[in-house]
Each structure stands twice: as structure tokens, then as C-alpha cells.
């Protein structure tokens, strides 16, 4: 077994420059290969091999530490520096209907995913202390509306046991890339989709319009000065970040503990929402320029190798074990799916939100307010625009993901309270962990297309 974290990191970015030439390349078969399975799921199911085989040690390695502390909120900065919020705007409110939608979809998806399945398996409720299944679902809440950092987050805060955790991230990154592979078929049929709904997409088509044109005024070769200087920004604006959390989390904890329900005593939630809210700030300075120097691919660079960490900790044999898990997570999609279908066709929405207001929930990738398929999704509809959900997605959930991570937490062990009878385990107060659910996967998280906000 390998414990060396520079063999397991070089490991790993072999094999997503693999994943990465392979879905680049003409050859017939990875065309067709990667028309069904998305790009990022191979990035967390080919890692996921190396800790399910034993190749290498997971438990004592500190990659996804470096990962979710350094690289995360460098990443926020990078893919938050050519937002254009007035554009965003204009795009109207069907957009955050959408998102608010999804967010529902995945708060009350679980309690009636739980409540169907006890009915037919009542034993998934039998089981107490670390191993009960409300716990490991706080974790595949977390990703989903939070990130993989999150995911990470509720499995201490809610003192999740080892072997439900493996389940559910399998159960996690299973269950949305199917949804994910779902909605790329959609987006591929967007045209026909709107038209038959009647939508209207010339919102989108002026705002693909002036980011494309945006792209080509400041687009270049980088330098070496636009590359130092954007690792500047980004490990500057970490530092200070870092620096602002280590001061804030424990003031919450020490004069308002009662917060901790809404991350406020959680140090990593602190680092996410300075290291996003500076970057947004920076949207408006000159170092939007930096845009041109490709500051979000280095953004996605790093989200990528966070994505790749948090596969080392998906056990995808753990599902042989627990099949019901897997029906309990597909359940809980099919509420959210529903959701999103309904409201979209009721409000004749363009088949771009309804996809971008899912994986702003579902996929959003990125360790602190979710997206990892928000690029793939977006993007296969053609066009420039997209990664342009990527921005009202990530904003707003930065508001709301607290309230939702209380309200589904209260949901998910209040039903399973009411159908067993029993009494729930008071979960330990978590002092330096970002413990919304609301949803970024490392990964899922706010990844981004290129030439867009996260």
C-alpha cells in the first residue's frame, strides 16, 4: 500500500490528464465513450479504484486537506473574477425560481425518499448510533447542495460511521451523474425542447453573445508576469481568508454558539464565504482582465485535483452490501427531477435554467457551493454561455444553503425519528468545518466552463 502522498498525488494527476486526453481525443470509441459517461464522473470513479483495491493508504493521507483548505478558496477567487452580475440580472427570475426549485427538490426529496422506503424496508431504520442512514444522508445533502468539502463536513458534524459514508458518496456520485447524463441529452436537444415549450431563450443569446465577445478583447497568450500574478491574487486573497475565519468562527462560537445550525461557528464556511465574496469583488477591479490570461482554467485546475481527493474516499463495493441505499438516493432524485420538470414547463422556462438550476444543487462541483456538472451540462447545448448559471447558482446558495442545511437536517432526522420511535444522538458541535448542506462536491462544485463564472 502506498502512504507517500507525493506518489499518490503524482497518481492522481496522471489520471486526470488521461481522463482529460482521452476526452479531447477523435478517436471513435472515447467519442462515443464519453458522449454516455460524463468527463467528471471519470475523475471520481478512477481514483475511487485506488483506495477500493487497497493501492493506496486514504486514511492517513492529507491530500484532500491541501485540497479542500488551499486549493478550494484559491479556485473561488479564480473562477469568480469575470462575473457579470448586471448580465446575470438581466437574465430574468425564471433562472433563480429554477435554483430555489432545486434546492426544495433536494431538502424535502430526502424525508419523502426515507419515508417511502421504510415502508417497504423497515430496517433501514433499525439501525443506531454512527451507522444510522439519516446521518449518511446529511452527507449526500451536503454534496449536493454544498460540495464534496461539505459532504465531508456533515459526515464529522454528524459523527457519520466509516462504512454508511463509503456507501453514500458512491451512492452520491452514482445517482447524480446519472441525472447529469440525463440532462446532457436535454441540453443536446435544447432547441427543440424550448421551442416545443415555448420558452424563450434571447436572454441567453445576448449574454452568450457578450461574453464571446468579452473573450475575444482580452483573450492571450499568458505571460509569465499575468501567471504570477494570478497566483498572487488567489493565494493572497486565501491567506486572508484563512486569517479573517481563524478570528470570526470563534467569536460565533464563543458569544452565539446557537449558530452553529447555520455554519456561523464553522471556520471552513467562513474561508469559503470571504474567499468567494473577495473574489466577486475582484470582478470589478482591473483583475477581471486576468480572465484573458485563462485565470479559470487554473480555478478549474485546482477544483479538478479536489475532485480527484475526494474519489480516494468513495468505496463503490460498499453498495453490495446496502442496494437499499442506492434506491433511497434514486428515490431522492426522482423528487428533485420531478420538481425541476414541473415548475420548468409550468413557467415555460429555456431547458439552459432548468439544467443549470439542477446541477447549481446537484452538481455544482466545486467544494463550497456545488457544480461539478454544471460545465459538461451547460456547455452541451453549444455556445459560450455555458457556465453562465454558474454565478446566481453559487450566489444565491451562499445565502440559502445555511437555511436549507438546518431545515433538511431537521426534516431528514425528524422523520426518521417519527417512523422509529427512538431517539436521535445530539451531534457534536463542529468548530472549524463548513456544516451547511445546502450544495459544493469538491468537485461538485463550482466548476466552471471556460470563459464564465463559476
Same mark, same amino acid.
Given at each position: /500500500? ?33 458522449? $454516455? *459517461?460524463?468527463? *467528471? !464522473? /471519470? ?25 479542500? +483548505? ?11 473574477? &469575470? ?53 449518511? /444522508? ?5 454534496? @449536493? ?50 421551442? +416545443? ?8 443569446? *445576448? ?12 483573450? +492571450?497568450? #499568458? ?27 470563534? @467569536? ?17 464556511? @467562513? ?6 465574496? $473577495?473574489?466577486? &469583488?475582484?470582478?470589478?477591479? #482591473? ?20 475532485? =480527484?481527493?475526494?474519489?480516494?474516499? /468513495? ?9 437499499? !441505499? ?65 454565478? #446566481? ?8 444553503? #445555511? =437555511? ?15 417512523? &422509529? ?27 466552471? @466552463? ?5
Amino acid at each position: /500500500m502506498i502512504t507517500n502522498d507525493a506518489i499518490i498525488l503524482g497518481m492522481l494527476a496522471a489520471i486526470l490528464g488521461f481522463v482529460f486526453y482521452t476526452a479531447g481525443s477523435e478517436h471513435r470509441f472515447w467519442k462515443r465513450f464519453y458522449r $454516455i *459517461v460524463p468527463t *467528471v !464522473l /471519470m475523475c471520481y470513479f478512477l481514483p475511487s479504484l485506488l483506495a477500493t483495491f487497497g493501492i493506496i493508504d486514504v486514511e492517513n493521507s492529507k491530500l484532500y486537506y491541501v485540497a479542500s +483548505r488551499y486549493l478550494l478558496p484559491a479556485s473561488l477567487v479564480l473562477l469568480t473574477l &469575470s462575473i457579470d452580475l448586471k448580465a446575470i440580472v438581466n437574465l430574468g427570475p425564471k433562472a433563480l425560481v429554477l435554483f430555489l426549485t432545486g434546492t426544495l427538490g433536494i431538502v424535502i426529496g430526502g424525508p419523502i425518499a426515507l419515508l417511502l422506503l421504510s415502508a417497504i424496508h423497515p430496517e433501514i431504520l433499525n439501525v443506531g448510533g454512527p451507522g444510522e442512514v439519516w446521518r449518511g /444522508m446529511t452527507t449526500v445533502a451536503g454534496s @449536493w447542495i454544498g460540495g464534496s468539502a461539505n459532504q465531508t463536513a456533515m459526515k464529522e458534524v454528524f459523527d457519520v460511521g466509516d462504512q454508511v459514508f463509503s456507501a453514500m458518496v458512491a451512492v452520491d456520485v452514482i445517482v447524480a451523474n446519472i441525472w447529469m447524463a440525463v440532462l446532457l441529452v436535454m441540453a443536446g436537444n435544447a432547441r427543440k425542447l424550448d421551442e +416545443r415549450r415555448g420558452a424563450d431563450t434571447s436572454a441567453i443569446a *445576448v449574454l452568450r453573445e457578450k461574453v464571446e465577445a468579452l473573450q475575444k478583447k482580452h483573450a +492571450r497568450i #499568458p505571460s509569465l508576469p499575468d501567471l504570477m500574478l494570478i497566483a498572487a491574487i488567489c493565494f493572497g486573497v486565501t491567506a486572508i481568508a484563512h486569517a479573517a475565519a481563524d478570528q470570526i468562527a470563534p @467569536w460565533f462560537q464563543e458569544h452565539a454558539p446557537q449558530t452553529a445550525r447555520f455554519s456561523f461557528t464553522s471556520q471552513f464556511f @467562513w474561508l469559503v464565504i470571504i474567499a468567494t465574496t $473577495i473574489g466577486v &469583488s475582484l470582478a470589478f477591479s #482591473p483583475a477581471k482582465k486576468l480572465e484573458g490570461a485563462g485565470a479559470s482554467k487554473i480555478g478549474s485546475v485546482f477544483i479538478y485535483f479536489l475532485i =480527484a481527493t475526494i474519489g480516494t474516499h /468513495m468505496n463503490i463495493t460498499a453498495l453490495k452490501d446496502s442496494p437499499e !441505499l442506492f434506491v433511497l438516493g434514486a428515490t431522492w432524485m426522482a423528487v428533485h427531477a420531478g420538481l425541476m420538470l414541473l415548475v420548468a414547463k409550468l413557467i415555460k422556462a429555456p431547458t439552459f435554467f432548468m439544467a443549470v438550476g439542477s446541477q447549481a444543487n446537484v452538481g455544482c462541483g466545486f467544494s463550497a457551493g456545488g457544480g461539478g456538472g454544471l460545465p459538461p451540462v451547460t456547455g452541451a447545448g453549444g455556445g459560450s454561455a455555458g457556465g453562465t448559471g454558474l454565478c #446566481p447558482g453559487h450566489l444565491c446558495g451562499l445565502v440559502l444553503r #445555511p =437555511a436549507a442545511a438546518g431545515c433538511r437536517r431537521g426534516l431528514v432526522s425528524g422523520q426518521r425519528s417519527a417512523v &422509529s420511535g427512538s431517539r436521535l444522538h445530539t451531534p457534536p458541535k463542529a468548530t472549524h468545518h463548513l456544516t451547511s448542506a445546502s450544495k459544493q462536491k469538491p468537485g461538485r462544485g463550482t466548476i466552471r @466552463w471556460p470563459g464564465f463564472c463559476k
